[in-house]
């Protein structure tokens, strides 16, 4: 994408006169099966007052503005349902001359294997590119960003690519995953931001949410053809694919920052513009003013992340049609929304509607990274809020659920603090779709927790997989990887790269504790998998005391009751069984493979639990 770039700058900056372009956005669409009107946004030069004249199989809709400098040139172009793809050039014309610019339509993809969406059915692993795997060395130190590659330095690239996660399809396979989230793979900085310094190491954008190019792919990750590849090849494996998009923010470096396309691009500018005030409250206060809201929903995150402007038509339109770009061009099934509360929730509601009605079986999870099961559950659809929005997001993260399974797995403190999290689910639409995870690459990782055990993650993955919601895998939690905050959190995983000492995508590469973990989280899987009861069913809470917690999940005829104790020593429980169904006389086995069976008497399961167990009783 970007040496194109720079070679249609090269080609038309060679010619003696007229409007000048260097980019167009976007670049191409797919074929689409209904008239299309898109908004086209050119950057250049020389640009005010040109006018435009598409090939004859398109159609200049009009709405033709150019920005006062004459560096952006918006106007509308109808593309005809059924069009033949193929090259169709623009014409852009002044009284100074005229220049054409490359356009293409480019040929659908199978709907039967491409936009699939996700469900509960699906267990999610969570990948950073750079971090993972480096498929492609030539890609490390690329001849547009030198200097950015550094393995020894946590805040530079590493050499995880595309091409890295693609071979290392088949172990995730094995490990029982069915769908992956990539963290975003737009082009990133060529330059060392040294904006701010952490210590002492300067700041790149390996992490990939710093955009300088939403329609570009970050050159040390690979291309758009890599990322199709990658996506072609998850699915031909029965991987489903999510891509990391944000809404919310540019990256500090890009273009627009200090040329913006129209004057309310942004909230204020690089001088002058509103701090972040983290007051996410506020938008679930109906009691709350404007101006109490605009701190959140306009502010710079970090001071450094300029601010988008949803409520300028032209960039909620830029960024719903990057989406459908996206979604067109590759086939992804769904999408990870970052930052979702500092974008108006009427943004949600028009981008998430032009989602379902290109592809409705896509599926969009958001990120509200908060703690109150009152703030989560307002961002997810289905529920209308004090202003009459649903945003349509189809869900969110389980935060709450993820400070929950910390405090008790990993804090040992009372398993009433984990209840009351599962108490709150009358607030969601359907917690049943809920993201449920137990970390990611903005908190640090479960094994960094003081005292915490593998034995403790082990648990918690029973967890995880056994409660309400769609589960998700960060990389490298599946061996137990360490990690304190970020950048800590986001180790290169072991075997990654050829020069690593030891490759812990094979068992051969893993120590006696990452295989007994990575054994129990695939066995955890296959068990999820052949059972409607963990995936769709009904969830009853049957016991919770300082030390244990249990639950049922229930689907037709198949019970399996998940018991979590957390005391020091043993304990008898004795947990009402009637009530989710249970019949007196059943003899239960313990699907996650620890301890031995029981059996329904009374209306009651009577069990022993040694210290710091977990069991997934089954009854068919």
């Known amino acids: 994408m970007k040496i194109a770039v720079v070679f249609l700058a090269a080609a038309v900056l060679c010619r003696a006169a007229g409007p000048v372009v260097w980019k167009v956005e976007p670049p191409d669409w797919v074929v689409p099966g209904h008239s299309t009107t898109l908004r086209m946004l050119l950057t250049g030069s020389d640009l005010g007052g040109a006018k435009v004249k598409p090939c004859a199989a398109l159609a200049n809709a009009g709405h033709e503005s ?63 590119p750079d971090r993972f795997a480096n498929g492609d060395p030539s890609n490390d130190d690329p001849t547009a960003s030198r200097g950015l590659f550094d393995r020894a330095k946590a805040r530079y690239y590493h050499g995880g690519d595309l091409d890295g996660v693609r071979q290392r399809l088949p172990y995730l396979k094995e490990l029982g995953i069915t769908a992956i989230w990539l963290t975003p793979i737009y082009d990133n900085a060529n330059h060392m931001n040294d904006r701010e310094r952490y210590d002492n190491q300067a700041i790149t954008d390996y992490h990939g949410y710093g955009s300088v190019d939403f329609y570009g792919v970050e050159e040390h990750f690979g291309t758009l053809d890599s990322f199709r590849r990658l996506v072609d090849a998850a699915h031909a494996i029965g991987i489903k694919v999510i891509q990391d998009q944000v809404a919310n923010h540019t990256g500090p470096y890009h273009p627009w920052v200090h040329d913006p396309p129209t004057p309310a691009w942004f909230h204020g500018t690089e001088s002058d513009h509103p701090d972040e005030t983290w007051q996410t409250w506020t938008l679930l206060d109906p009691n709350a003013t404007v101006e109490m809201r605009r701190g959140t929903l306009d502010g710079w995150f970090v001071n450094i992340l300029p601010d988008l402007n949803q409520n300028d038509p032209e960039v909620a ?54 703690q ?66 137990l970390g990611l690459h903005d908190v640090a990782r479960f094994m960094n927790e003081k005292g915490a055990t593998a034995d403790d993650l082990a648990r918690a993955y029973t967890l995880l997989f056994s409660v309400r919601g769609t589960p998700m895998i960060y990389y490298g939690d599946e061996i137990g990887m360490r990690g304190g905050d970020d950048p800590d959190n986001r180790r290169d995983f072991p075997g990654g790269w050829k020069e690593d000492a030891r490759n812990a995508f094979e068992a051969g590469g893993r120590t006696p504790e990452e295989n007994k973990l990575f054994d129990h989280i695939r066995r955890l899987a296959a068990v999820r998998k052949e059972s409607e009861a963990l995936r769709r069913g009904r969830m009853i809470d049957l016991i919770c005391t300082k030390t244990a917690y249990a639950y049922a999940r229930v689907a037709g005829n198949e019970r399996i009751l998940a018991v979590f104790h957390d005391g020091p020593d043993g304990e008898m429980l004795s947990i009402p069984a009637k009530v989710a169904g249970f019949s007196d006389g059943a003899r239960l086995a313990d699907a996650a493979g620890g301890l031995p069976p029981v059996e329904v008497a009374h209306g009651a399961i009577d069990i022993r639990l040694p210290a710091r167990a977990a069991a997934l009783y089954r009854q068919r």
Request: aromatic share 14%.
């Open 66 to 128: 150019a920005s006062a400098n004459g560096s952006y040139l918006f106007f509308d172009l109808t593309i005809p349902a059924g069009i033949r793809p193929g090259p169709c050039a623009i014409e852009i014309s002044s009284d100074s001359g005229r220049t054409t610019v490359p356009f293409e339509i480019v040929p659908p993809l199978d709907p039967s294997r491409n936009f699939q969406g996700f469900s509960p059915d699906d267990v999610i692993y969570l990948i950073m």
């Open 317 to 370: 339109r830029y960024i719903t049609q990057n989406t459908l770009w996206w979604m067109a061009r590759t086939g992804i099934d769904g999408i990870r929304q970052d930052t979702v509360p500092y974008v108006p929730r009427a943004f949600w509601r028009e981008w998430t509607g032009a989602i379902h009605a290109e592809f409705p079986k896509a599926r969009v999870v958001g990120e509200v990274f908060d």
């Open 372 to 437: 109150d099961p009152g703030l989560v559950s307002f961002f997810q659809r289905g529920r209308k809020g004090f202003d009459g929005i649903d945003t349509g997001l189809d869900t969110v993260f389980d935060f709450p659920l993820f400070y929950g399974v910390r405090s008790f797995f990993a804090h040992h403190d009372s398993a009433s603090e984990l209840a009351r999290v599962v108490a709150h689910d009358s607030l969601y639409p359907d917690p049943g779709r809920l993201v449920t995870f």
